[in-house]
């Protein structure tokens, strides 16, 4: 999937607020960083199959910060349904 679905779609940024957000069911795809630690990487997975969230694990926490605008890294970001 392609990064710059992120700059047009509402999204949550971050490992907490996506957790949540799978949690609620309002999340239709998942960015996870490839270079995330597993303690963060690993829950999120879990949430997502549960879910039946679609998942992408194709890109570092930079690329991901970067296209969801914010000048961190970031380990998680989810487009909102």
Do not use: W, Y
């Given at each position: 999937?392609?990064?710059?679905?992120?700059?047009?779609?509402?999204?949550?940024?971050g490992?907490?607020?996506?957790?949540?957000a799978?949690?609620?069911?309002e999340?239709?795809?998942?960015?996870?960083?490839?270079?995330?630690?597993?303690?963060?990487?690993?829950?999120?997975?879990?949430?997502c199959?549960?879910h039946?969230?679609?998942?992408?694990?194709?890109?570092?926490?930079?690329?991901?910060?970067?296209?969801?605008?914010?000048?961190v890294?970031?380990?998680?970001?989810?487009?909102?349904?």
């Amino acid at each position: 999937m392609e990064l710059s679905i992120l700059t047009s779609s509402a999204k949550t940024i971050g490992a907490k607020q996506t957790s949540k957000a799978i949690a609620r069911d309002e999340v239709e795809l998942v960015f996870v960083a490839n270079n995330s630690d597993d303690r963060i990487a690993l829950p999120i997975l879990e949430l997502c199959e549960v879910h039946g969230v679609a998942v992408d694990r194709n890109h570092s926490m930079e690329e991901l910060g970067k296209a969801a605008n914010i000048k961190v890294k970031a380990a998680a970001v989810g487009v909102l349904k």
